[in-house]
């Protein structure tokens, strides 16, 4: 694994550079919609892959302490053995990436992984999560007291009024604060690409997001309109090879929001690995923030051990 | 299903690597060939033939098996085709608009019923089909079908057209002369190239079944380009229209020369295309088109040259690397080109090419990575003389300027991509280029309401939108004169000296014309002249300049100078200038009657009636400058399609004896209306007029060189025309022997040519009524070529 990205400094000369064609992302998006989607062995591979990299999430006003139980062990037994056993990933440690709640049930999350043994990470969104509009150093309070209950992931939202209005440098300033809070645990950006108007404010986020020491960027929090789509993704993950290149640290990806499918998962690791290529098709540079998703990935993959289709009370629930 | 492969889940799980590509299955188009027997036959007549005694020729699959055989037609079966199709294109003809139309909109549904047979017999034969495309073109067309007689008035079908395809053409660009020609109501014999002979043969089954009239439209097969020849000869054949690379272009033309029949080329095969990437480009998007284009297609249609502005080289490059990085081999047709392919690359290394390969080259197999070669020169071999395999090079250029005219310095002109988000700089590029289809920021995007005239070495005439169906149309005023080509030598044409001038008393006296060169008149540069004789051909009447190559040269440089400031004016000032001739020519009007009196022994009246005829004709024209104009043809996808009409560029003119003026005015004004420079021949035998016209051009207001009048003898002024590359068009009207001559001598590079056998000097242009107003709208789209620009939006 590469180093963290360490940040750069505030280059505005780059941002305003920054070009996006939006028709010719689009069509590169239904281009990579209408590939072939891996079948069979391939296809069980890979959706197993898939499983490796969710952050298998919970943001919802009613979470409580079981609710947030029951999704930790979801996350340490994604598959079931029984489903493994015959593809040989019973002893791979397929486990999800990490879980992922609010603040206040971080404590909880931390609480049931290590009383079940687990050392998976657990991941807060924070600063004023979802709209970030509360004031900055509440955010920061935020950020610092996850941490502080054993949050060894962070994802943060951007200040999407200091985006919209062309503020750069004011946001490339919060964001290192955040990142300082963070300290040792890693920061996922969240760029509520929904409300960020084009393909071209989107790409100048990322740039930002990531010159100010972002281990990941994020698409969005799952609470806008619009949520992860593929365009948006191709041009995040464009950005990512443009970091890349310039200075050599590989930054992460996450979309979030909508991932429903096991289908729409087997398409998004496509899209990943022809826009930043096999480095980047782990969970230390890919996430896939959802709930839902895991259920129909397991489904497919008794179908894949079975021949048959399972009811979804024929799997164990998160 | 369970369990059998299971074991190689965890290696599939750290390697991640996609699916092979399953081969699908054949089945039906496997069962139609059987139904065959392996053995397709003719489609003549609406029927299937199996004619006995034929040679056959085998199609072979991707992995080299015999597929089946299909049979090589002999004069017989072309003789039998060609019979039906005289019989098809009555009946066809015979139908209502609404009744073509409807026979294409059932095609429709029959290749809905049975896409997959085409698709997997395409596959079968390596050739590139997409059943939307096809109902594309086929509901594109059935719509102007339908309104032929509404939107197109008095413009009848030529009658049998050929379509010749050579052999690494596509089923595309073989429909895309196939459907407007019957859509016009014409019948069209297709002669396909190896590929596409099986998806066509089974295309003219499914055809048929919509209740295409028998024999609208035939297929034979045959080995070779020879095929295509053979039916072009045929004398019931009224066009020959021909798709594919050059050599076989070249090949027909020769062999059609003095036939008397139009042949119009499509040279969309091995053209070079550049793709430009500017500094305002979203780079990213570029590099993915860039891929896509080259190394992501099963056939290389074109050659592509990547320029790459200096600035962003590195960021593109870097791209390149990244992108390309584990991009697979491609397959290549065979050892040889891979050999090819090898050499270049180690050439271009050799002089100091960078690299960026996607993996090592295997030693074995006939496949190549894809590769760029930055850092090349227009002057480097791979550049000059494209190679086949997935080899790209990369140029780079310092300013906009630059990149258009790196972009047009090549003999083709088929389509160009580029790649800028600067919506001014997008669209004075996609001016400034010389080709016939623009991509903006996007790539390979074809589509049958898009005009396209290949520029240059690249196509003579149209494909596409409402412009690419006069190629299937005549005027309804006139037919077509066959003629048989005669024994020429074409090494001696026009090389006959000129006859003396045997001193005589009374030459003493004559007047001496001279003629009009880059806006002076002017003696020929051999100072040799020529005696205008009488209309009773005893006395004299004048000497005038006896020009020859020089003077085509020195006209030729005047007016290629001054010919695209003159396309740029607006259309107003040109309707200005032709105003301006138009008042010239009232002023003059006693002179130039006189002459035309003198000249042809018209009487005064008949003369003047004629400059009064030339004058409105001129008006007219003046009022054709800002009516020639383009659209905005609707694709499917969104975005905004543009599409412009061009000047050709220079044309070089040999004018018909009579009328003398009013043919002239009426032959320049299209040229020059449209944009172009013009160098007239005026009739060698009645040269007056137009010698006296030239006071005319000098007192006007047209800038200099855009006119020009060259006397002299015509066969070898025509010689000279024929051999001048700048000269982009030829309009001939002249003696058989001339317009085979042309036609035979005008393939390297191409020219644009309109010929007309004047079988006796004394005849009106071809029996042309100058007089009707409806030969301006031919004689203008004689004289413009189509470009059209894609934009995408979202």
């Not at chain 1, 096999?278 to 079975?306: K, M, N, P």
């Not at chain 2, 380009?225 to 045929?234: D, E, I, P």
């Not at chain 2, 042949?263 to 993915?288: K, Q, R, T, W, Y």
Request: with cysteine.
């Amino acid at each position: 694994m590469s180093a963290r990205n360490p940040g750069t400094q505030f280059d505005l000369q780059w941002i305003s550079r920054v070009r996006v064609n939006t028709p010719a992302v689009l069509r590169r998006a239904q281009s990579i919609q209408g590939q072939k989607v891996p079948r069979r062995e391939y296809q069980a591979a890979w959706l197993l892959r898939a499983v490796t990299c969710i952050d298998l999430t919970t943001l919802a006003g009613d979470d409580t302490p079981s609710n947030v139980h029951r999704l930790c062990m979801k996350a340490i037994q994604p598959v079931q053995h029984e489903l493994l056993e015959p593809l040989d990933m019973h002893d791979k440690g397929v486990t999800t990436a990490a879980v992922c709640v609010y603040p206040s049930r971080v404590a909880d999350a931390v609480k049931s992984l290590r009383a079940a043994n687990s050392s998976l990470p657990v991941a807060s969104v924070a600063t004023g999560f979802p709209a970030g509009q509360t004031p900055l150093e509440t955010r920061l309070q935020e950020v610092r007291m996850a941490v502080a209950d054993g949050a060894s992931e962070i994802d943060i939202v951007i200040n999407r009024t200091l985006a919209l209005t062309g503020q750069w440098e004011a946001l490339y300033d919060e964001i290192r604060q955040f990142r300082e809070a963070c300290g040792d645990a890693h920061m996922k950006t969240i760029l509520a690409t929904g409300e960020l108007g084009t393909f071209a404010m989107v790409y100048k986020a990322s740039l930002v997001a990531m010159m100010a020491g972002s281990d990941f960027i994020k698409t969005s929090t799952g609470k806008e309109a619009v949520n992860a789509t593929y365009p948006v993704a191709i041009v995040m993950a464009r950005a990512i090879r443009e970091y890349f290149l310039a200075t050599g640290y590989k930054v992460g990806f996450k979309p979030a929001g909508g991932i429903r499918t096991a289908r729409e998962s087997l398409v998004w690791l496509i899209l990943i690995k022809e826009e930043l290529g096999d480095d980047w098709l782990c969970s230390h540079l890919f996430r896939l923030g959802a709930s839902s998703l895991l259920a129909d990935i397991e489904r497919q993959i008794y179908h894949h051990v079975t021949g048959q289709y399972a009811a979804y009370h024929d799997l164990p629930m998160a | 299903m369970a369990g059998n492969t299971s074991k190689a889940v965890p290696v599939l799980f750290q390697s991640m690597t996609y699916e092979p590509v399953a081969t699908s299955s054949t089945a039906t188009a496997q069962a139609w060939l059987d139904h065959h027997s392996r053995s397709v036959g003719l489609f003549i007549n609406g029927k299937f033939v199996k004619p006995l005694d034929r040679q056959t020729c085998s199609i072979l699959d991707s992995k080299g098996g015999t597929l089946c055989s299909t049979f090589c037609a002999v004069e017989d079966d072309i003789c039998q085709c060609i019979s039906s199709a005289v019989q098809g294109y009555k009946a066809w003809s015979d139908f209502l608009c609404s009744q073509r139309a409807k026979v294409l909109l059932r095609m429709v549904s029959a290749l809905e019923q049975h896409g997959q047979c085409v698709s997997e017999l395409c596959e079968l034969c390596e050739a590139t089909y997409s059943s939307s495309t096809l109902v594309r073109l086929l509901q594109y067309y059935s719509s102007w079908a339908q309104l032929r007689d509404s939107l197109i008035k008095n413009w009848t079908p030529v009658g049998v057209v050929a379509v010749v395809i050579s052999d690494d053409c596509t089923l595309y660009s073989l429909m895309l002369k196939v459907l407007p020609a019957l859509a016009m109501g014409n019948s069209v014999i297709a002669v396909p190239g190896r590929s596409t002979a099986l998806p066509v043969l089974l295309l003219a089954q499914l055809f048929m079944g919509a209740g295409l009239a028998a024999g609208a439209f035939s297929v034979l097969t045959g080995s070779d380009v020879m095929l295509g020849v053979k039916v072009a000869q045929n004398s019931d054949i009224s066009h020959v229209t021909f798709s594919g690379n050059k050599q076989h272009a070249v090949i027909l033309c020769k062999a059609t020369a003095g036939m008397g029949i139009p042949v119009s080329l499509s040279l969309s095969v091995g053209a070079v295309c550049p793709i430009i990437i500017f500094e305002s480009a979203d780079i990213h998007s570029a590099v993915d088109g860039v891929i896509e284009m080259a190394f992501k297609k099963k056939k290389k249609e074109v050659h592509l040259v990547l320029y790459v502005q200096e600035s962003i080289l590195e960021s593109v490059v870097a791209n390149l690397r990244l992108r390309m990085a584990g991009m697979k081999c491609v397959d290549l047709p065979s050892e040889k080109a891979k050999a090819q392919a090898d050499a270049v690359v180690q050439k271009a290394q050799h002089q100091g090419a960078m690299l960026l390969q996607a993996c090592v080259a295997p030693s074995s197999c006939s496949q190549y990575p894809p590769t760029v070669l930055c850092g090349m020169a227009p002057s480097s071999p791979c550049v000059v003389t494209p190679s086949p395999g997935p080899l790209l090079p990369l140029i780079t250029f310092r300013s906009n300027a630059e990149a258009v005219t790196l972009g047009n310095h090549s003999p083709q002109g088929q389509a160009a991509s580029i790649w800028t988000e600067d919506l001014t700089l997008a669209l004075e590029t996609a001016k400034s280029l010389s080709v016939g289809l623009v991509w903006v920021n996007s790539h390979s995007v074809y589509d049958p309401c898009l005009p396209v005239s290949g520029h240059r070495d690249s196509g003579t005439c149209t494909d596409g939108g409402q412009e690419g169906l006069y190629q299937f149309l005549r005027p309804s005023s006139f037919s077509l004169q066959r003629s048989y080509p005669v024994t020429l030598d074409y090494t001696k044409f026009g090389t006959a000296p000129s006859p003396p001038i045997v001193p005589d008393g009374a030459l003493g006296s004559l007047k001496s014309y001279p003629h009009y060169v880059g806006g002076k008149a002017c003696k020929s540069e051999s100072g040799c002249c020529a005696v205008v004789q009488s209309l009773d051909g005893a006395g004299l009447l004048a000497y005038y300049p006896d020009g020859g190559q020089k003077d085509i040269r020195n006209a030729t440089e005047a007016a290629i100078k001054v010919q695209p400031s003159w396309m740029k004016k607006s259309p107003s000032a040109r309707a200005k200038s032709l105003h301006s001739l138009a008042k010239g020519l009232e002023t003059k009007r006693q002179d130039i009657a006189e002459a035309i009196n003198v000249q042809t022994g018209l009487s005064l009246e008949e003369a003047n009636l004629e400059i009064e005829l030339s004058i409105s004709r001129l008006s007219d024209w003046a009022a054709y400058c800002d009516k020639v104009q383009g659209g905005t043809p609707p694709l499917l996808q969104s975005g905004c399609g543009l599409s412009f009409p061009e000047a050709l560029g220079v044309v070089g003119i040999i004018l018909p004896s009579k009328p003398p003026l009013l043919s002239m005015v009426t032959l320049l004004g299209a040229a020059i209306v449209t944009g172009n420079a013009v160098i007239m021949v005026p009739s060698q035998k009645y040269p007056l007029p137009a010698l006296a016209f030239i006071q005319v051009l000098q007192s006007s207001d047209l800038p200099e060189g855009l006119v020009n009048i060259i006397t002299g003898r015509r066969d070898p002024l025509t010689v000279a025309l024929a051999n001048h590359s700048v000269i982009k068009a030829i309009w001939y009207c002249g003696s058989t022997e001339g317009c085979q001559y042309l036609q035979y001598t005008c393939t390297s590079p191409l020219k644009t040519l309109r010929l007309f056998c004047q079988k006796d000097e004394d005849a009106d242009y071809r029996g042309r009524d100058w007089t009707n107003p409806s030969v301006l709208e031919e004689m203008w789209r004689n004289a413009v070529q189509w470009k059209s620009v894609w934009i995408p939006t979202a």
